[in-house]
């Protein structure tokens, strides 16, 4: 699996990706959601995880975004603030919202890597 992962704070990216990579899943972080998007328009991915909050763009809009080329891709959102996760029930599907701190038992479940 791939997973395109999208957090501000780099130390968390970092550190998430770290934790999330291994023989089944291959983790791609970005810090900046400018970059993340123009990445996720020339490459390939199965599943997001993005931050809500953002400075460029929220995690929602970056969603939007991405989901015009890549339609069978799952999101998960996350943030301290759930709330600021504005969705439109008409248009934003995804997979879980989570609250940070995350728990990684329930990130494993969402992702599908506890099995």
């Given at each position: 699996?791939?997973?395109l ?19 089944r ?5 970005h ?23 953002m ?11 991405l ?6 891709a799952?999101?998960?959102?996350m ?11 008409t ?11 995350l ?13």
């Amino acid at each position: 699996m791939k997973v395109l992962l999208v957090d501000d704070n780099a130390e968390l990216a970092d550190n998430l990706a770290e934790l999330l990579a291994s023989e089944r899943t291959e983790v791609f972080a970005h810090h900046d959601a400018t970059a993340a998007l123009a990445w996720g328009r020339t490459h390939d991915f199965d599943t997001a995880l993005l931050d809500v909050r953002m400075p460029e763009l929220s995690g929602v809009e970056l969603m939007r975004l991405l989901r015009v080329g890549h339609p069978a891709a799952r999101f998960v959102l996350m943030s301290a603030y759930t709330q600021d996760a504005e969705l439109d029930p008409t248009q934003d599907t995804v997979a879980a919202v989570l609250t940070k701190p995350l728990d990684l038992p329930s990130l494993a479940k969402v992702l599908g890597l506890d099995a």
